[in-house]
């Protein structure tokens, strides 16, 4: 047993080692998949990380598991898109200082055809409607992402429970959502950034439904609270959401653009 | 004067069949004793419980006067005395002169005396210059008599050797049969194990037959037996046994 | 298939290059590996000889339980570290989620059941007559251990290069552990996992040969050492 504890100490120490061989600052951000995989933390990043001789570590997951590692303390702060989850992740006291950054909106895609013919209707909630009374295929995130909460929404207004072969729960990202629906002929909801990325080579969906302000999807930055958490970087925290506030930050968000497209709007100041 | 290597009641037991069970056994210093049975008689088994690698369930051994407790460095110390020879001894992977010198340096010894007494060894069994020699080029008696000059080279007091001769050429078996019959004039015991009934009459040792397990009374060993308590009727049981009927 | 010739040049491009990203995924595969099969194999070596040559109450229940904890997905052992080292975890106030270290810790526990396994077959499969010969020839039980491992270090050997090729080729632990953080953790793996999850399949199968290429640097390197 002894050996056994000594062994494990050891690993530990070696892990530490190496961990503090690397001296320069870090902040760990968790944040939802399209913020990175659109490409946004690209431009968006280095300015800061060279103003202030730090790095941001990204880990980026879904919007719930982002919240998830906050409330943990697994990270200094946190940049999502879902607004009801973030409510309460501040109301319980896990973090402090909401700043909204940005938005898009979430589309509904599918094949061009349009079997469902949701392309007419007059709302989000109606175009699901018709795709569960047509039984069309619908992907759906089924990872407590931002996207995904946004869509139970839809379906409770719709007052549809979907139930059935035709209703596929993924789990995965954004992106191995759409070439799912892809690859099925399928319907889904995407936030328009991602789609935009795919939109062409990766997919031949199209946009069926959009426009509608039930499909507003506000991004909002939230630091981890150090009363929760003593060993946060909350100083460090506070100057990347100043930052990507900051008027700088923003005209680097709302000038970043994807095949030549916006992918995501600030709100005028 | 104290036995090399005295036997006292001592029993070995193999799932619940008897192995080997011995009233008494004394070995005594510089002779040589040859020790024969049929295929089973627990030759292989006295010889490594002699050689300390196999602890018997029960029973006491004395080194030189001293009662063996089993521990681990007791053992240690006492192992480098006391050397077997295995009936197809492995040689480790390297060469000849790797093999040879392994006991040495577990003894520490180094440099130019290593040298020297691996070149020794290797010449008293007539393998001159073979020292750089890989062990997979070496024929069956040649590995043989590599192994014998490993154990040499260690000195030991008390030597034992598993059937030295069996399946060996013939110009081997006489080097490593004279090289045997030398020993004892030297100072050092031997026990050999043989199927051949004639080796007592050409190296003039000791018998000590085996049957069963068991000592069978040997002719003119008085010394080396205590006939008296050969006799006894009824062996006691392996503890494994007595379970069993328990 | 038109993309797997389209990421046949993709790599190509990438190797030629030396595309920052891509030196820095591999530099952190192979650096975490590293250091992940030195710890398993200081402990898996020593662990697979016990066993092997020990004596000891529910050696069998061992033995299966090692077995087993070889098939464990590596997302379940990333797992278990992850609630270890998490901020709320017993050993959170380290720090290491989310850091190279967190997968060292990580890869070294999935590895080491690997190590120590094959080192066990191997002492098994050696001649039964190694540790007696050293014994009987005066050498302690340890150096008659060092022995035994030297007669049978290709058996050795062939455990840790079969540890590396797990550990280097795996991404459920890199991917929990590690976060796949651009430039710090992210490996060959959990890049090809990104990748992926951004439909860029022909990027994701470059590096995917690239990661190929490194494991077979590595093994001729490896190779060339049990030659000698």
Sequence with gaps: MKVARFLIFGVFAVALFYQTASAQERLKMSTTTSTQDSGLLKVLLPPFEKKHNVKVDVIAVGTGQALKLGEAGDVDVVFVHARKLEDKFLADGFGVNRRDVMYNDFVIIGPKGDPAGISKAKSAAQALKSIAAKGSIFISRGDKSGTHTKEKELWQTAGIDPKGSWYIEAGQGMGPVITMATERQGYTMADRGTFNAFKGKKTDLAVLFDGEKGLFNPYGIIAVNPKKHPHVKYDLAMQFIDFVTSPEGLRIISGYKVNGEPVFFTYRK | ?246 | MDFIRESFQTSLTLILALDRDVVSAVWTSVSVAVWSIILASLIGIPLGLTIAIGNFPLKRWVITSLNTLMAMPTVVIGLVVYGIISRQGPLGGFGLLFTPSAMIVGQTVLAIPIVANYTLSSIKGADQRILPTALTLGASPLQSVFQLIREVRFGIMAAVIAGFGRVISEVGVAMMLGGNIQGYTRTMTTAIALETSKGEFAFGLALGGILMTVALMVNLILNFMQQR
């Design chain 2, 1 to 246: 004067m104290n036995a090399q290597l005295l036997l006292t009641s001592v029993q070995k037991c193999y799932g619940n069949k008897i192995g080997l069970e011995l009233k008494k056994l004394a070995l005594w210093p510089g002779r040589l004793y040859i020790l024969t049975g049929p295929n089973g008689s627990g030759k292989s088994t006295l010889l490594n419980i002699l050689a300390l690698l196999t602890k018997p369930e029960r029973g006491e051994l004395m080194y030189a006067g001293e009662r063996i407790t089993w521990k681990s460095r007791e053992l240690s110390l006492l192992r480098k005395k006391v050397t077997l020879m295995h009936q197809s001894p492995y040689l480790f992977a390297g060469t000849v002169s790797d093999n040879v010198a392994f006991g040495l340096k577990a003894r520490g010894v180094s440099g130019e005396e290593l040298r020297r007494s691996v070149a020794e060894s290797l010449a008293m069994v007539g393998l001159d210059s073979f020292e750089e020699r890989n062990v997979t080029q070496l024929s069956g008696g040649e590995a043989r008599r590599v192994a014998l000059a490993r154990a040499l080279a260690a000195k030991p007091e008390l030597l034992l050797l598993d059937e030295p001769l069996a399946h060996v050429d013939k110009e081997s078996a006489e080097v490593i049969e004279k090289l045997i019959a030398s020993l004892p004039a030297r100072g050092t015991t031997v026990v050999m194990s043989t199927h051949d009934q004639h080796q007592n009459d050409r190296l003039g040792g000791e018998m000590i037959q085996l049957h069963g397990g068991r000592l069978e009374q040997p002719f003119g060993l008085v010394d080396n037996l205590d006939t008296s308590e050969c006799k006894v009727n009824g062996a006691p049981l392996c503890p494994a046994l007595k379970m069993h009927i328990a």
